[in-house]
């Protein structure tokens, strides 16, 4: 059965500037929004800029919606461009909804969805090809040389945590130090990191 219109008609329009953060990457959403007017743009912030442009979304249209289906965290920043006027769907009424579709139906829109969000995280990773920099640079900033001599960090926030501030996913983060690790450019002993080439990490972040 079609999404009804009432629960678009019914929800109270929702105003924001350009520049607004209307979802954040990584927060799993609690509605689904439906954009009336104006124009979204999906990318990734940083520094509270959007320096990171995916795709853009002309009204009318949904956006993201898919992982509000889903319940689970989006992938992306979505950020007003221009003006916009919006209406949401709470997620548990979209998921609700999604019940009472035929088993065949429901089952292609879940898997049109899940395809969706593959499609943005494959394209946030070619947005994000400087992202070994980026972590050499971050691994760097936070170490310090302890009395043997060695250069350590002590992991006192979630990889997901360090990630966010770094602008790319936790799945980025973990790639890059796993290939850092085979280069032997960082070392894990527990809850620390070893470097034990600062100069070969200074390099990549010069890059």
């Not at 940083?46 to 993201?64: I, M």
């Not at 919606?65 to 461009?81: F, G, H, T």
């Not at 070994?132 to 002590?154: F, K, P, Y």
């Not at 130090?177 to 972040?205: F, H, K, N, T, Y």
């Amino acid at each position: 059965m079609p999404l009804p219109a009432a629960l678009l008609l019914d929800a109270t329009p929702r105003h924001a500037p350009a520049g607004a953060l209307l979802a954040a990457r990584q927060a799993v959403p609690q509605a689904a929004l439906y954009l009336q007017e104006g124009r979204v743009v999906a990318g990734l912030l940083q520094r509270g800029s959007l320096r990171r442009r995916l795709v853009q979304f002309e009204a009318p249209c949904w956006l993201d919606a898919a992982c509000a289906l889903l319940n689970r965290p989006s992938p992306c920043d979505w950020v007003a461009e221009t003006p916009v006027t919006l209406r949401t769907v709470p997620a548990t009424v979209l998921r609700q909804w999604h019940t009472t579709l035929p088993e065949a139906a429901a089952r292609m829109l879940v898997d049109m969805a899940l395809a969706q969000r593959r499609q943005a995280e494959a394209a946030l990773a070619l947005l994000v090809q400087d992202a070994e920099a980026r972590c050499a640079q971050w691994l760097l900033q936070h170490a310090s040389r302890a009395d043997d001599g060695r250069v350590r960090i002590a992991l006192q926030q979630r990889k997901r945590t360090i990630a966010a501030q770094l602008g790319m996913a936790p799945e980025t983060f973990s790639r890059v130090l796993r290939q850092l690790r085979e280069r032997g450019l960082v070392l894990q002993s527990g809850a620390q990191l070893l470097l034990p080439d600062p100069d070969g990490l200074q390099q990549i972040a010069a890059a």
